[in-house]
C-alpha cells in the first residue's frame, strides 16, 4: 500500500515519564530512516561542543534555573537545520509551551512545512508509577519516592494538557496506548500512522 506521504514524515511524540517514550521515539526514526530529535540531547550535544549556546546553557542549567524559550528555540533551529532533519524528524521533548509550538509553526511555515503527526502516549498513572517505583527499588534510588514520583506525572500532565488541546483541534492528535509489550505498542503507533496515511517503508523496521 502506498503511503499518502511523499516525503519523509515530521512527527511529534509526547507521553508521561515511565511511558516507554524514547524507546518508542528510537524505533519510529530507524523505522523512517528520520532523526529522533530531543531536547536533552541538543542541550549535551551543544555544552560537550562547547558552542556559544551551549556555554549559555551550561551557565543556565548549572545555576539551577530553566532554559528560556528564546535559547531553546535557537537551538532547535539550529538542529533542524542540519541536513538529516530538512525532509523528516521525530521531535521528542519539544515544543513544551503554546510559545514554543507557535515559534515552531512558524519555522516550518518559513520551509513550507508543517508537523504531520502529533503521537500522544496514554498510560494509567497508577500503573506507571508502579512501574518507575518498582525500577527505582531496583537500582537503588531511595530518593525516588512514590510521592516524587507522582509529582512529576502531575506536572507532565498539567504542561502537556494545553499543547495537547491545540494539536486536538487541528486534527493531526492521534493517543496510542503505551502500556504493554514494547512491540505491541508499537504495532499500535504504526497503525494509528497508517490510518493518517503514513506507514513505515516496506523494508524498514521500527527496531
Given at each position: 500500500m502506498t503511503s499518502a506521504?511523499?516525503?519523509?514524515?515530521?512527527?511529534?511524540i509526547v507521553g508521561p515519564p515511565g511511558a516507554g517514550k524514547g524507546?518508542?521515539?528510537s524505533r519510529l526514526a530507524s523505522g523512517f530512516s528520520i532523526p529522533a530529535i530531543a531536547t536533552g540531547d541538543i542541550f549535551r550535544h551543544n555544552i560537550r561542543m562547547g558552542t556559544p549556546l551551549g556555554v549559555q546553557v551550561k551557565a543556565i542549567?548549572?545555576?539551577?534555573?530553566?532554559?528560556?524559550?528564546?535559547?531553546?528555540?535557537?537551538?532547535?533551529?539550529?538542529?533542524?537545520a542540519e541536513t538529516d532533519a530538512l525532509q523528516g524528524f521525530l521531535l521528542d521533548g519539544y515544543p513544551r509551551t503554546l510559545d514554543q509550538v507557535s515559534f515552531l509553526d512558524t519555522l516550518l511555515?518559513?520551509?513550507g512545512q508543517s508537523l504531520d503527526v502529533v503521537i500522544q502516549l496514554v498510560a494509567d498513572t497508577d500503573e506507571v508509577v508502579a512501574r518507575l517505583r518498582k525500577r527505582a527499588v531496583e537500582q537503588?534510588?531511595?530518593?525516588?519516592?512514590?510521592?516524587?514520583?507522582r509529582h512529576r506525572q502531575d506536572v507532565f500532565a498539567r504542561e502537556t494538557?494545553?499543547?495537547?488541546?491545540?494539536?486536538?483541534?487541528?486534527?493531526?492528535?492521534v493517543e496510542v496506548d503505551g502500556l504493554g509489550d514494547i512491540d505491541d505498542v508499537g504495532n499500535r503507533i504504526a497503525e494509528s500512522l497508517g490510518a493518517r496515511g503514513i506507514s513505515l517503508p516496506e523494508s524498514g523496521t521500527a527496531e
Open positions: 506521504v511523499t516525503t519523509k514524515p515530521r512527527l511529534l524507546t518508542q521515539a542549567v548549572d545555576a539551577g534555573d530553566y532554559v528560556p524559550d528564546s535559547l531553546t528555540n535557537e537551538l532547535v533551529v539550529g538542529r533542524l511555515a518559513s520551509r537503588g534510588r531511595v530518593d525516588d519516592s512514590e510521592e516524587a514520583i494538557a494545553p499543547l495537547v488541546a491545540v494539536y486536538g483541534e487541528r486534527g493531526i492528535l
